[in-house]
């Protein structure tokens, strides 16, 4: 195969736009093409120019990747994902937790404190080095996020805690570092101090994983109260800052946080009862632009995935469907695909060139901080 007729500018012009699959074989066609297509400006144009999505699902000890654009049934797809054999080298009964992706990398947690990032399309992975806690341990933990910050150009694993502070890994430095916790003054509370949210308890699940959004996380924490009034809390994955932003309404069991056409959305998380609707934030950061979208049907928990054919949002319904749900007159139906299984968790991710950096093995800041405390 040959380039030689095909005019620069054609060829510049048209391989941003091929999925990564075709991209791979291309670099066999000369040095210069894989030179070309190795570029990081290239692998930043291809990322925002060919936006292949996929739905990821976690089930069991299985991770399954859908085309849910394809014009045939989709079908469920087994996804080879890293494990560390070295730490428990039996199949896991629970599931994949699913930290979130950004730009192609999806972080995973494979067993309790164990995190990999990895590419799901060129198969690329690391591990995150370990961080001893200083404020309790992995048991401690009770909030996970994965995040990307475009102004500085590296990707953050947050680890959030009952603690004044938090720890932060960075994939640019492939290094864990602490930094300020999430303190608020309820002013329906002022006496109570120090965290706003509640520690977990025994048989209380951990918080669903952080939102990423506008170079930031969202997580809603429950504040010190009985009556279901949250928070939510916001951490800038560029400056290392937290935040916070109103909830619309107070929720027993909390919410899940999504992300429906470039707006933040909350969802009520399971506690028993069906909801026919979800909010979405209209302008971000502006609490009085909370809209309740209605749903014909109510469902238990739902979780937004992204546009299909963009009119309709595919969501991921009571942890056990797949549907598209019409915002327009509230309605969805089911959408059919091959190979799901029973019960799962749901996400998304883009294919991309993203490259994994190595990182390479040494002493984590926490454990260096672990004395102090």
Request: proline share 8%.
């Amino acid at each position: 195969m040959s380039n030689s007729n095909l005019p620069p500018e054609l060829i510049a012009e048209i391989l941003p736009h091929l999925p990564v699959k075709s991209l791979s074989r291309f670099k066999c066609v000369s040095k210069s093409w894989a030179t070309r297509i190795s570029d990081p400006d290239f692998v930043k144009t291809h990322l925002h120019r060919a936006q292949f999505r996929r739905i990821l699902l976690s089930s069991a000890n299985s991770l399954y990747s859908i085309d849910h654009e394809t014009d045939d049934l989709a079908a469920a797809v087994d996804l080879h994902y890293p494990r560390d054999q070295t730490q428990n080298p039996k199949p896991q009964s629970h599931a994949v937790q699913i930290i979130g992706s950004c730009n192609g990398l999806v972080c995973i947690m494979t067993q309790p404190d164990i995190f990999f990032i990895f590419n799901p399309t060129t198969h690329q992975s690391t591990r995150v080095p370990y961080a001893k806690m200083g404020f309790g341990g992995p048991s401690a933990a009770i909030g996970y996020g994965f995040g990307y910050a475009p102004s500085i150009d590296d990707y953050k694993l947050v680890k959030a805690a009952p603690s004044p502070d938090i720890g932060v890994f960075s994939l640019r430095d492939g290094d864990w570092h602490l930094r300020s916790g999430f303190l608020y003054q309820d002013p329906e509370n002022p006496t109570r101090p120090g965290h706003f949210y509640r520690n977990p308890i025994k048989g209380e699940d951990p918080l669903p994983p952080a939102t990423s959004l506008n170079g930031s996380l969202h997580w809603v924490f429950k504040l010190y109260s009985t009556e279901g009034r949250c928070i939510i809390g916001v951490f800038n994955l560029e400056t290392d800052k937290r935040g916070f932003m109103q909830v619309p309404e107070t929720a027993v069991s909390g919410f899940s946080t999504g992300v429906v056409n470039g707006n933040l959305c909350l969802m009520h998380r399971e506690d028993g009862l069906r909801r026919g609707y979800f909010w979405v934030m209209k302008e971000y950061g502006v609490a009085e632009s909370w809209t309740k979208i209605l749903v014909e049907d109510p469902f238990l928990v739902a979780k937004p995935l992204c546009l299909w054919k963009n009119s309709k949002i595919l969501i991921a319904k009571d942890k056990k469907e797949l549907v598209l749900f019409d915002p327009k007159d509230g309605t969805y139906k089911n959408f059919e695909v091959g190979g799901i299984p029973n019960r799962f968790y749901a996400d998304s991710y883009v294919e991309s060139l993203v490259t994994v950096p190595v990182i390479t093995k040494k002493k984590s800041n926490l454990e260096l901080f672990c004395l102090c405390f």
